[in-house]
Structure formats: C-alpha cells, structure tokens
C-alpha cells in the first residue's frame, strides 16, 4: 500500500517548511510545531534562569517552544521530524534529542524504506523469504514475496510493540547487529483482536541487512512513541 502525497511549502513563525497538503497523509514520524510560550508570561530564562532585559532578549526554542536566553539556545540544527526546510534555533536539551533522531532519519529511515529479506513460517509451517519494507510515506509496513497472499499491510500506527530476539551465543549488546536473530511485532488487526507477526533474520547473505532492518524498526517504535517533545 503505497500512497502519492502531494506536498506544499509553508512559512510559519519558525521558518520554511515543506508538509504534506494533506494532513492525514503525513509521515507518523513527524511533528508538529510546538505552542509557543506567550513572552509576557516568561521574565527569566527557562535553563540558567537568567532574568531578561534590554540587553538579553528572549528566545523561543523551534521544538519544544519554551523561552531561553541567547546563550541556552544558540545552537541551530536540522530538524527533519519538523520538516524544516533550513536549521532552526533550539535549546541545548532539545539539540541533544534532535541529533539522535536525525541519525535516525539519515540512516535507519532509509534503511526501513529499502527493505531486508527475511524468513517467516507460512501456513504448511515451511519458512518462506520475504521481503518486508516501509512504505514510502512511512505509513505501512509492506511485504513482498510468494508467501505474503494472507500478509495485509501493517499501519505502523498501529503496532504495538516490537520485541527483538538474540542468538543464544552472542553477547547481549544492543548494537550487536550480528547477534539480532529475529523481531516479533504486535499490531492491532481490528478494535478486539492484536495479531504477531515474527521475522527471523535470513541466512547469509542477507543476515546482516535484515539484522540492521530489525535495529531500525526498533528504533522508528521507540521513537513513534515518545510521550513528550523533548524527552530521549
């Protein structure tokens, strides 16, 4: 299940962004713009707590929204997860987060997209390849291959949980790709029923390509369900 999204270029109060002209179409990764916190109510900095003047303006964080002094929000970044055409003024907390998340999105994102050859135990109990990846919107999980005809798309919105499994004889380490055997992932099927769905990682050559897929599913979970903006 692919979707064609026809995308707008927008100017907010933060800068460019380029969004999707329909909302209900948007990656589930991205954000929104942050509220921002009225400068009337804020008289000190949010971090150092330095109390503003004349000569120390105030400064509003593009991501979470609060208000800093120039020296707690002088760092500019990319913020793709807002879809911000150029960097963007953020505070020293939100730099942090944002720099994981777009390591995340430079790398592990297209990684999903490209997709991994894995085995999965079709209904005779023989384990067939098949190909999963993420859709180009970043909306569904799609699966390719002779075994898929019972296998729907999977709205990533819709996962539960994703839960990795190790050989038994490597170390338990959580970015020992090699030793990753296999995913299980939880999704809702309907408003009563959740349904498994189990990936294990396929021989050589393929081994270390699904292995490197399950990290960055693991990730893209973590990261669709952070509670708050801001938090690791």
């Not at 509220?35 to 303006?57: A, E, G, M, V, Y």
């Not at 990846?133 to 994703?162: A, M, W």
Request: net charge neutral; hydrophobic share 30%; glycine share 4%.
């Amino acid at each position: 299940m692919e979707s064609s999204c026809t995308k707008k270029l927008i100017r907010s109060k933060s800068g460019l962004r380029i969004v999707t002209a329909d909302d209900n179409l948007g990656s589930p990764f991205h954000l929104n713009e942050p509220q921002w916190t009225p400068d009337k109510d804020i008289k000190h900095c949010s971090d150092c707590n330095t109390k503003f003047d004349f000569l120390r303006r105030k400064h509003h964080c593009r991501r979470c929204g609060r208000i800093y002094c120039g020296s707690c929000c002088d760092t500019r970044i990319g913020l793709p997860r807002m879809c911000f055409v150029d960097p963007v003024r953020v505070c020293e907390k939100c730099a942090a987060v944002t720099n994981k998340e777009n390591d995340f999105f430079e790398r592990q994102l297209k990684t999903l997209t490209n997709g991994a050859t894995f085995l999965i135990h079709s209904i005779d109990k023989n384990s067939e390849s098949v190909i999963c990846r993420l859709s180009s919107d970043h909306r569904y999980l799609i699966f390719d291959g002779t075994s898929t005809k019972n296998l729907d798309p999977v709205e990533l919105t819709q996962i539960k949980s994703v839960g990795l499994s190790r050989d038994e004889n490597s170390d338990d380490l959580e970015d020992d790709m090699q030793g990753i055997s296999s995913v299980e992932i939880v999704y809702a099927h309907d408003e009563l029923n959740n349904r498994k769905l189990k990936l294990l990682s396929a021989p050589e050559p393929h081994r270390r390509v699904s292995s490197s897929w399950i990290v960055a599913i693991h990730q893209a979970f973590k990261l669709l369900y952070q509670q708050e903006i801001g938090t690791e």
